[in-house]
């Protein structure tokens, strides 16, 4: 008896111990929890890639032993959340139209920079899905920034299977037609699946097969992620590119387990979207200026604003390039035109982690989630501001002192040698 | 007593007049440019122009019109030193020779086009409008102010500089077309960069000839000759585009050569020889450092760009300003100065890049580019910093006048 | 056998003689009279009447000399509105590819008159929309394009009764070729500045700047081609420049330079309206004519009046709209002392309506040029209209 005592101290001990080395305290930062208050002087345990707790410094005991990460000065915030991405897809669609069984997982690449972007961005959970060029694009998955291979970076699979009612080649009308066609193929070819095994089923009840012969034909394969989606076991995200669309999308909305990704021309379907109950994905021009025929007038339009204005919750998505894709600039686009500074940081973290069905797991800083956080120079939503850690799961995968390419566009070469003076002309 | 009641009367009707000139305008914080930020500034602005800009006690005139803008911000209104967005590309390059200095980029302007308007709302006031970057030798700029639409276009300065482009770019399209007949106007040097380079010695060798013959013979004008003679003279700026490290080297060359002093548009790789372009005195303006993607017809010439330039070139001592150049991803101008700061400047250095150092580039600044008295009341009012990117200006005034747009 | 030379057969022989001259008199002389008789747009006869001799008008009204009256023959409208035919102040028929030459943009010399084909059915058909006059122009394809001329519907062939009219230049798109000089407006621009500065000056010996030198004396009109703002404000800066008070043939954004136009004494011609235009454009001739700028309307023929009433509706007065078909383009032509308006003197060109020139209900009875009956609704036409 004494002896499984002591055993199980020992073990105690040992688990403790083990616990301490994968137990992190983020503190002394302004902590944004977003889903709660924020924090002055903060302090975030992370145990077993899990925050544990989150609170004021005087409220949260720090172990003298503890791993602990100094945030004084800076600004601690849940990383972002990007619900619809292309990002690090060699190739984002596919030649044909109709390929709802290809995966992303096979066509996402680890070392794209792109990844390297997310981390130096505070990006920390990112759904990469087949492009809009594609009818039934293929399935999605949810990565996070980092790891050497897709299963190392896989969070959820099997995520989604993308569409789009991005006109091909032809049009609008020809899309949607191509769409209704897609589906009711799946839906015949259920039908006539269940046909024939009633079939099979009324013969061998009437004892025509031979006892040996059973049903054992299955969903094929190719189809069975259009089959999900039609019997609403699989989410779709669909790309609606014009407010042309919505109308449609919003019928299909009806059968179908949807996610919306709208493009920029969603100014005038707002009120439309409000009816679809669910935030939508912006695409990632949320600035543009259109101009009135009549009186060659412009006018700018944010599209995030509109869609506050109409009461649409939203998630942000970012560039390929450029200013629009930093975090901090689609926030600050929005903000500028007049959505709640609030609402613009939940685009980029609660929101769009309810859209993926990972809410418990990311998009704040609370008990439970994950240790996603990213430490921030200083306010979000500033343009001096920079990423100087981001910590994913409790592990830190990225430190601004030692990106190296951070540093080469930053930091200026050294001047060149000084060349002798140039003594004839003629050409160098 | 009649003649009294007249003169009263008269003088009321002058008090009223005076009193609709008179503004004084109390905000958080003015950048003046040219120095520090004054904080709970008072800017006092009469006729139109600067009449005094100091701190809260600044003296106020008798009869102002006070407007107390709260947490806003004035700067000078934003000066642009390389617009190169009104008029179509075919416009503003003149492709039937490859050097046309006497080109007028304010035959090719049109004061209503969006894109004005849209670079007034941002905060621009004064821009320079040139000619493109598809001739070796491409023309005059014309610096001009952002006016209200129905009011005509204010001329700041004329025929105040002139273009000359390095590079891959003036020698696109320069080839004999296939199958087609020899006499196309594209047919003909320049086809690479020893091409480009040596139009511009041609063209300056012919000027200097130009020159000495007219001062000897009387001969009649040239136009295009008159226009490369003044540049000699040092009469107009003369602006080189150039992107690639041996472009910018090149262009340096050639100024020492003909004796003129260059400007470096674009100037994406001037970091690697900011000591040598200290030395020249070549001011470079650097377009559009928020892009991640070096544009130009030509392509990037192999430029590599990077975010260290503008810190590069304050530490080495060489003049610049911010602009948005000819990358049509540019931000609107202010914008683009808050990616400098990020970047690394100072605030301060990053508003003097797109207000008093352009203004001085140009030979406008005893009108515009700063706010101190006697100068053109140019100025935006703005939500909160320039600086911060939720930043949005509120209001524009050019000489004074509010543009409701 | 010979005739006897008796007195009274040489009585007879006389009074015969003298008949057959005055039949032949009263046969050239044609009494035209209808129920409003438009002279001009300002001068309106009821029931009036003029005088045709020999294709021109020779009296009007009261003046028509009561002995002319009575040989002549009468041609009568009783409910009808005689009207000046329509005069088109700029166009190219149909014909600009020929009308112009590709190789250079500087053809001052070149005349419309020479490249044009007049056996077009473009030509033949004028009559039949009321137009019986049209200026002539070389093509916009040129900066300097060359010098317009006055062409007349006359059956089989047209008329060119002047050949040497209006110096016409172009600062529009098509006159910026990528393949030639210029190929840009700066280009344009400096090329119509060099040649009005090369014309002022007396010791230059082209003689291919003459019409320019006419031009800036005031002897030729200029017309110039520009659509854009910056196009019209090249334009309006060039002739004023050299002194010249243009007229100004497409003018698109007109509206946004009111005051440059005024300012330079301009007039101008408007194309073609369409009810699909932006409100500006249609607004467009109301604004010219408060502002006091004179326009003509020209474009398609067979669209005339519908740009004519289309101005009406939204804000020009009908007697505005009739000049811009008439008196106005005359005027810009130089030929207002023969054609645009029926005065004694004139050519008798006029259409003859059923109602107001104006009003798109009215109906086109008869059109005659120089006198001479061009087009005239048919009969069988009009009886299958009826039924």
């Known amino acids: 008896m004494n002896k499984h005592l002591i055993g199980a101290a020992i073990a105690a001990a040992l688990s403790l111990s083990l616990a301490a080395q994968d137990t992190v305290f983020v503190k002394g930062g302004k902590v944004v929890t977003v889903s709660g208050p924020v924090i002055e002087n903060g302090v975030v345990a992370i145990a077993n890639g899990r925050i544990t707790k989150v609170g004021p410094a005087d409220q949260v005991e720090v172990p003298w032993d503890a791993q602990v990460i100094d945030a004084t000065g800076k600004v601690v915030m849940p990383t972002w959340v990007l619900a619809h991405s292309q990002g690090s897809l060699r190739s984002a669609n596919e030649n044909m139209q109709n390929v709802p069984y290809v995966s992303v997982a096979d066509a996402i690449d680890p070392s794209s920079t792109f990844f390297e972007d997310c981390l130096r961005n505070g990006v920390g959970t990112i759904h990469i899905l087949p492009g809009n060029a594609t009818l039934l694009g293929g399935i999605g998955m949810i990565v996070r920034p980092a790891g050497r291979t897709v299963e190392d970076m896989a969070v959820r699979t099997r995520t989604g299977l993308k569409l789009s009612l991005q006109a091909q080649g032809g049009a609008r009308l020809q899309q949607v037609r191509r769409m209704r066609r897609a589906l009711e193929e799946i839906r015949e070819y259920l039908a006539d699946f269940d046909r024939r095994k009633a079939e099979f089923d009324k013969e061998k009840a009437a004892g025509a097969i031979p006892a040996d012969k059973q049903w054992t034909e299955e969903y094929d394969r190719l189809k069975k992620p259009g089959i999900d989606l039609v019997q609403k076991k699989l989410k779709g995200w669909m790309y609606v590119p014009s407010s042309a669309e919505v109308d449609e999308a919003l019928r299909l909305a009806e059968e179908l387990e949807l996610a919306i990704v709208v493009g920029q021309d969603v100014e005038k379907a707002a009120s439309k979207l409000a009816r679809f109950k669910a935030p939508v994905v912006l695409d990632e021009n949320l600035e543009y200026w259109t101009r009135d025929e009549e009186t060659e007038a412009e006018r700018k339009v944010c599209t995030a604003k509109v869609l506050a204005d109409a009461g649409v919750g939203f998630a942000l998505s970012l560039g390929a390039g450029g200013p629009t894709s930093y975090p901090w600039w689609q926030l600050a686009t929005c903000v500028r035109n007049g959505v709640d500074r609030k609402v613009a940081i939940e685009s980029l973290t609660t929101v769009p982690a309810q859209m993926l069905g990972i809410g418990d797991d990311v998009g704040s800083i609370s008990e439970g989630k994950f240790g996603n956080l990213q430490i921030l120079s200083g306010d979000p939503l500033a343009a001096t501001t920079w990423v100087e850690t981001v910590l994913l799961e409790g592990k830190v995968a990225y430190e601004r002192s030692k990106d190296q390419r951070l540093q080469y566009l930053l930091k200026a070469p050294e001047p060149a040698p000084a060349k002798p003076a140039n003594t004839g002309n003629g050409g160098d | 007593m009649k003649a009294h009641t007249i003169a009263c009367v008269l003088a009321l009707a002058a008090a009223v007049a005076a009193q609709d000139e008179i503004h004084a305008y109390k905000a958080a914080r003015i950048w003046p440019a040219g120095g520090s930020p004054v904080e709970q500034g008072v800017l006092v602005v009469v006729g139109g122009k600067v009449a005094a800009i100091g701190g809260a006690d600044t003296a106020i005139p008798e009869g102002a019109k006070v407007h107390d803008l709260g947490s806003a911000v004035i700067t000078p209104g934003l000066v642009d030193a390389s617009w190169q967005r009104t008029g179509s590309p075919e416009d503003r390059n003149e492709q039937s020779s490859e050097v046309t200095p006497h080109m007028r980029a304010i035959d090719a302007w049109d004061p209503l086009d969006p894109q004005v308007v849209r670079a007034r709302k941002g905060g621009v006031t004064t821009l320079h409008h040139t000619p493109g970057n598809r001739a070796v030798i491409g023309g005059l700029g014309v610096v001009v102010k952002t006016t209200p639409a129905s009011a005509p276009t204010t001329l700041l300065k004329d025929d105040v500089s002139l273009r000359i482009t390095m590079g891959a770019e003036p020698s696109m399209g320069n080839r004999a077309i296939r199958g087609g007949s020899v006499d196309s106007i594209y047919y003909r040097r320049p086809t690479t960069r020893m091409g480009v380079v040596w139009e511009v010695r041609r063209a300056f060798s012919k000027a200097q000839d130009y020159q000495q013959r007219t001062i000897a013979e009387g001969s009649p004008a040239d136009p295009a000759m008159e226009v490369l003679v003044r540049a000699l003279q040092g009469k107009v700026t003369v602006i080189t585009t150039a992107r690639a490290e041996q472009d910018i080297r090149t262009a340096l060359r050639l100024a020492d050569e003909f004796g003129y002093k260059t400007a470096i548009d674009e100037g994406v790789e001037s970091h690697v020889m900011a000591e040598e372009l200290a030395a020249a005195g070549a001011t470079v303006m650097v377009g559009a450092p928020s892009a991640d993607r070096v544009s130009g017809a030509g392509g990037s010439d192999g430029a590599e760009p990077r975010w260290s330039t503008l810190s590069r070139l304050a530490t080495a001592g060489v003049p610049f300003v911010v602009t948005t150049g000819g990358n049509a991803a540019a931000l609107p101008l202010a914008q683009e100065a808050m990616f400098a700061v990020r970047f690394g400047l100072t605030p301060e250095l990053a508003l003097d890049a797109v207000t008093l150092r352009p203004a001085r580039l140009l030979g406008v600044d005893d009108r515009v580019g700063s706010l101190a008295p006697g100068k053109d009341a140019d100025f935006v009012i703005w939500s909160t910093d320039p600086f911060d990117p939720t930043a949005v200006a509120t209001a524009v005034h050019v000489n004074g006048t509010r543009i409701q747009d | ?387």
Not at chain 3, 96 to 122: C, N
Not at chain 3, 161 to 174: E, Y
Not at chain 3, 204 to 211: C, E, I, K, N, Q
Not at chain 3, 361 to 370: H, K, R
Request: aromatic share 4%.
């Open chain 3, 1 to 387: 056998m010979s005739i006897p030379m008796t007195s009274s057969f040489r009585i007879l022989a006389a009074a015969l003689a003298a008949a057959l001259i005055a039949s032949q008199a009263s046969a050239q002389d044609v009494l035209v009279r209808a129920a409003k008789l438009v002279v001009s747009p300002d001068l309106v006869l009821e029931n009036g009447e003029l005088l045709v001799r020999s294709g021109k008008v020779a009296y009007v009204g009261s003046e028509i000399p009561a002995e002319a009256r009575q040989r002549a023959t009468k041609r009568e409208w009783p409910t009808a509105t005689i009207a000046p035919g329509a005069v088109v102040a700029f166009g190219w028929l149909g014909q600009e590819e020929a009308l112009g030459e590709r190789a250079t943009a500087f053809t001052p010399e070149l005349r419309a008159a020479d490249g044009f084909d007049g056996t077009t059915e473009a030509v033949r058909k004028l009559p039949a929309e009321g137009v019986t006059a049209y200026g002539l122009a070389p093509s916009s394809r040129n900066v300097v394009a060359g010098i317009g001329a006055l062409v007349k519907p006359a059956g089989e062939f047209a008329r060119i009764p002047a050949d040497d009219l209006f110096l016409h230049l172009s600062v529009v798109k098509q006159a910026r070729d990528q393949e030639r000089w210029p190929t840009s407006i700066m280009g344009a621009a400096d090329l119509l500045r060099t040649t009005f500065k090369a014309a002022a000056n007396p010791v230059s010996g082209d003689t291919r700047l003459r019409p320019f030198r006419e031009a800036m004396q005031g002897q030729r009109q200029v017309f110039v081609h520009a659509n854009t703002l910056n196009e019209l404000t090249v334009a309006l800066d060039a002739c004023t420049q050299a002194g010249i008070a243009p007229v100004v043939v497409g003018a698109g954004d007109a509206a946004k330079c009111i005051d440059q136009l005024k300012a330079a004494r301009a007039r101008v011609v408007l194309g073609t309206a369409s009810p699909d235009a932006k409100v500006a454009q249609l607004e467009l001739p109301a604004k010219l004519e408060a502002a006091g700028i004179p326009f003509a309307i020209a474009g398609e023929p067979s669209t005339l009046r519908w740009s004519a009433a289309l101005a009406v509706r939204h804000g020009a007065t009908r007697r505005t709209a009739l000049s811009a078909l008439t008196r106005v383009p005359a005027e810009m032509l130089g030929m207002q002392d023969r054609i645009g308006s029926l005065r004694a003197g004139c050519d008798a060109d006029f259409a003859v309506w059923s109602g107001d020139p104006v009003e798109l209900t009215s109906e086109l009875l008869a059109v005659y040029v120089d006198g001479e009956e061009r087009h005239v609704k048919d009969a069988a036409q009009a009886a299958k209209e009826k039924n």
